[in-house]
């Protein structure tokens, strides 16, 4: 693709995205579509996928036409997710939460359904976020390891470059602990960095970012993942890339 083709493509998708509300998520889509490209990724795991916003913005607005594999543990928005998903005969799904350990656990549904999660709301969550952000009931559901489940799925789709994305309201390293040796393959990993405080015990971008960097994950591309609460950041996204797909120094 020449480089005027490119940039022609480029504004269209920012003036598209503007006249939608959603030009926050230009520099996002941007880094999808290269990173995808970039390292041939395969197959996606959308963990925490809600109603399939994600999902739907990678076929959409990043290009991706491989497998999608989405994670969704609240049953009252499951039905949505199955649905939006019914029509594409790569994008798969499953009523179940990834953590740290194969088991039941009670998951939280709170006013605002996007806020769900395994973990409490904090008591130091700013205010805007109080009403929304409130245990309206919990649910027992179904946690599996990723290093467990990974190899059933391999078996069943066939990919062989995955690429783990996650959005579960301050749940994402019980994410990664339990992918264990099964984090290495993935190629890239985009996580929610939290900021400020929304979920008790939740992990602080900081922390995040250092123990990606021990497990051989460097960053790739930061960015806000919603319009913001000026003056103060709450929250962005981070795409970290496999340090073993990058050229060998020396």
């Known amino acids: 693709m020449s480089r005027h083709v490119r940039e022609l493509r480029n504004r269209a998708?920012?003036?598209r995205l503007a006249l939608a509300g959603r030009?926050?998520?230009y520099p996002e889509i941007q880094a999808l579509r290269r990173f995808l490209s970039a390292f041939a990724v395969d197959c996606v795991f959308d963990v925490g996928a809600n109603r399939g916003?994600?999902?739907t913005m990678l076929r959409k607005d990043a290009g991706f036409d491989g497998t999608i594999l989405s994670f969704e543990p609240n049953p009252d928005i499951f039905s949505e997710l199955e649905r939006n998903a019914s029509s594409d005969r790569q994008w798969h799904v499953f009523n179940m939460a990834l953590s740290d350990f194969d088991g039941m656990a009670s998951f939280n549904i709170m006013a605002a359904d996007q806020f769900s999660s395994l973990k409490t709301p904090s008591g130091e969550q700013d205010a805007i976020f109080a009403e929304r952000n409130r245990v309206t009931r919990s649910v027992d559901m179904?946690?599996?390891r990723?290093?467990?489940l990974l190899p059933e799925l391999k078996r069943a789709y066939g990919f062989t470059r995955p690429f783990l994305k996650m959005d579960t309201q301050g749940h994402d390293l019980s994410v990664c602990e339990g992918a264990g040796d099964a984090l290495h393959d993935m190629a890239g990993v985009q996580t929610e960095l939290g900021v400020r405080p929304i979920y008790e015990g939740g992990t602080g971008y900081r922390a995040?970012?250092?123990w990606l960097a021990e497990h051989g994950f460097v960053p790739s591309a930061f960015f806000a993942n919603n319009k913001g609460h000026f003056p103060?950041?709450?929250e962005m996204d981070g795409i970290f890339v496999n340090r073993a797909l990058l050229p060998q120094e020396g």
């Open 13 to 15: 998708l920012a003036v």
């Open 23 to 25: 030009v926050h998520q």
């Open 53 to 55: 916003q994600y999902a």
């Open 142 to 144: 179904q946690c599996r």
């Open 146 to 148: 990723l290093e467990s």
């Open 208 to 210: 995040m970012i250092d």
């Open 232 to 234: 103060l950041l709450v």
